[in-house]
């Protein structure tokens, strides 16, 4: 047994195991829908989602962009330092967006699709919304890049992140940029807490 699987057992015991009738509505209500997620997450990651998997074939690509309702693309070329660093933040994001689709693209596999998409610059990062182009990411352009390694090449997986959350192919409540808002609200308002603790009444 998987420790995800334990961690989901021992939820529904402790919901199940509460005595308050007036809550056992809410509790069978709750119960249910945790079961309908817990399958939904596991029917999408069971078709590919929730990792970051490299295409070989142009065809296959196609046919996963266009059934997939959001799907992020790589094209990348191997040993090209920039297309690894793009990698690793799309790795990350991958496993924390299990409705999105990531993949990556060697683009010597790929000649119809590099020439078809215009694909000049790497890396070249394409976001899909049912199949449609609804961004690109040439090079770092857009993201901040820069600002954290002294060779140009580094941004952070946050600022990744909501540039594809605006291009709509990121859904869901807890996203990396949403917990660093809420990690800034929380220190704001841990502040403010101190400054009236200070004052000399």
């Known amino acids: 047994m998987s420790p995800q699987s334990d961690d989901e057992d021992a939820l529904f015991d402790a919901l199940e195991s509460e005595s308050d009738p007036a809550l056992a509505p809410f509790r069978a209500q709750r119960l249910q829908q945790l079961a309908s997620e817990l399958a939904r997450a596991k029917h999408l990651r069971n078709e590919g989602h929730g990792t970051y998997s490299e295409i070989q074939d142009e065809k296959a690509l196609m046919g996963i962009v266009t059934s997939a309702k959001w799907s992020v693309v790589h094209f990348f070329k191997d040993g090209f330092g920039r297309c690894g660093v793009m990698d690793g933040h799309l790795e990350t994001l991958a496993s924390s967006h299990i409705e999105t689709r990531f993949l990556r693209m060697n683009v010597d596999h790929a000649p119809f ?22 961004d690109r990411i040439v090079g770092f352009e857009g993201l901040g890049g820069g600002e954290l390694g002294n060779d140009g090449d580094g941004f952070r997986t946050k600022d990744l992140e909501a540039r594809l959350l605006t291009a709509g192919v990121l859904v869901g409540e807890k996203t990396l940029t949403q917990t660093a808002l809420n990690q800034q609200r929380a220190s704001r308002k841990k502040q403010e807490e101190d400054d009236e603790g200070d004052d000399w009444d």
Do not use: E, S
């Open 113 to 134: 699709l590099v020439t078809k998409l215009k694909v000049r610059v790497l890396p070249c990062v394409i976001a899909f919304v049912d199949g449609v182009g609804a």
